[in-house]
Each structure stands twice: as structure tokens, then as C-alpha cells.
């Protein structure tokens, strides 16, 4: 089954999630990129703004092969309550090619089941596996562990 993990990240947390699930899976890992400076305090309140009122950005990535894999596994930054922008818009236009999808998302302290919502409606089906981790969990030793029961839940359904 080809897997491709997808994510945008503005600090960093959701791309060591990613990197992480990708290198457990041997697979592929894109990283999305928003054109629109979301650095400092303003870049962030912009960001939950614009995820707030459910707009799309300009995105782009640096991995321009064709699209041709089995299973998605997208991840996000939760921005109040919400997907960030860039990821409303990479699944807005790449829905048509996902068979399956698994999400998973970082916060600073709730609302991933909000986002894994809307992303099931943007996406149009269930996922068949979702990982949440808050910034606690992204310090605590069993990180990994969350991650491998994640991984091993995608394979098995698979």
C-alpha cells in the first residue's frame, strides 16, 4: 500500500509528528507551506483569524511528484478549533485522489476532535485512524509509543 504523510506546521510540533509516523511507515512526507507569513504573535492570530472564519491560502510544497498513493495521513495544527488554512486547502483540491485518509493533529490544549470533524466533512469520508497530541504530550517519553499505536492501527486496517 503506498502511504503519504501530509502536513503543515507553523512551530514545528506537527512536522516532528509527521516525520515520525512517515519514518515509521518508510513512506513519504510532504510538507505543505502557506505563502502567508504566519511568524511572531500576529502571524498566529492571523492564523486562527483565517481558521476561525474557514478561509483557504496559498499553499505550496516542495515534493512535486504525481499523486498516486492509497492512503493519506494528514496532519494539522489546530487553530481555533479548526484546520489551519493551509490544509482546508490542500484537501480542497486534492480530495478526488484520496482512497483513504488518517488525520492527526497538534494544539496547545483542546479542540482536535472539532478539527478531526471538519476535516472528515472537507475530506467527505471517516478516517480510519486519528492521533491527537496536545503539547504535554509532545515532552512526554511515550510519544513514540502514541505514534507506533497509531502507525500500527493505519496498517492493520489497511
Known sequence: MGYLV???SRTGNTKKVGHKIAEMLKCEEKEIFDKKNREGTLGFLRGGWDAWREKKTEIYNKLKKPINHDHFI????????KP??????????RKQNFKDVSFFCTHGGSGGEKTFDEMENL???KPV??????EDDLKKENL???VKEFVEGIKNKG
Open 6 to 8: 501530509v502536513y503543515y
Open 74 to 81: 494528514i496532519g494539522t495544527p489546530v487553530w481555533a478549533g
Open 84 to 93: 489551519s488554512p493551509a490544509i482546508r486547502t490542500y484537501i480542497k483540491r
Open 123 to 125: 475530506v467527505g469520508q
Open 129 to 134: 485512524e486519528s492521533l491527537e497530541l496536545s
Open 144 to 146: 513514540d509509543e502514541k
